[in-house]
């Protein structure tokens, strides 16, 4: 499609009206009033129509936010809200969301990527992602569950060695995607924020025995205010929603492990 036809433009033809008067040269006769109101009625039509349009593109964007009013959930918008989402990032995770609706949707959204990443599995990292990301009572209890959750018998079954190192020639690949967020909950103290994600996880290599796979999953996030910033205080996780699996071609390992090392992640904001 062209520029031309995006914008609703004619192409191809010229339209040329001839003057409204006797072809054999005698006075122009006068229009009919039928064509002005015509034309008038066409001008009215066009005016509700753009209003209309306008009025639709508008919304409200105090019912996005339900620290504003009280009303049904609805999908939140997908176009950025013009609220800086992020101030400053520590060890690469990013920090200081607004104190509203949509910043801890935010928070959430970027926590709930940190979570589901590879440096989760190695335990120099994770003590400080748990520094990081939760709130200060809970990190003690949480650094000591998430130890016996990734333990070497866990690390060992998924191809990794006890610091969550994959084997020379392989590539451990853990990269989550969120699609969207719903805030269920909120105060000016706590909130609750659902994530719905997709994301590939397994071990890029020849004769891996964990390839990777990809996943849908929606995690659930409760966060308090603490210290100028939106912080876990605890988080659940569950499978899908998950759409009907395509018929993509999977990718060679190696091809995996490239676009591992080649693209970057992303920092994500409501």
Same mark, same amino acid.
Not at 30 to 44: A, D, E, K, Q
Not at 191 to 202: D, N, Q
């Given at each position: ?151 070497? *018998? ?100 190696? *091809? ?15």
């Amino acid at each position: 499609m062209s520029p031309e036809d995006e914008q609703g433009y004619e192409t191809g033809q010229t339209r040329t009206r001839l003057p409204g008067g006797d072809p054999y040269g005698g006075a122009p006769r006068r229009p009919g009033r039928t064509s002005s109101r015509s034309l008038v009625t066409v001008v009215g039509v066009v005016v509700l129509l753009i209003a209309a349009i306008a009025f639709a593109n508008r919304g409200d964007s105090s019912a996005d936010d339900p620290t504003q009013k009280n009303t049904a959930p609805r999908p939140a918008p997908t176009a950025a809200s013009g609220t800086r989402p992020v101030e400053t990032q520590g060890d690469g995770i990013p920090s200081g969301f607004a104190h509203n609706g949509q910043g801890v949707q935010s928070a959430a959204a970027n926590y709930a990527v940190v979570l589901v990443s590879a440096d989760i599995l190695k335990p120099v990292s994770r003590s400080e992602i748990v520094k990081q990301v939760f709130v200060a009572g809970q990190q003690a209890a949480l650094t000591d569950r998430f130890n016996k959750a990734y333990d070497k *018998q866990f690390l060992s079954g998924i191809g990794l060695d006890a610091n969550g190192n994959a084997p020379a020639g392989h590539t451990y690949v853990s990269r989550t995607a969120p699609l969207g967020t719903k805030l269920t909950a909120y105060s000016d103290s706590t909130a609750t924020v659902e994530v719905w994600c997709t994301g590939v996880f397994g071990t890029a290599g020849a004769d891996s025995t964990n390839p990777v796979t990809s996943d849908w999953f929606t995690m659930t996030l409760q966060l308090r205010w603490e210290g100028g910033d939106w912080k876990i205080d605890s988080f659940s996780q569950k499978d899908g929603p998950a759409p009907v699996p395509g018929d993509d071609k999977a990718s060679s390992a190696d *091809q995996m492990a490239k676009a591992v090392e080649e693209y970057g992640g992303f920092t994500y904001a409501r």
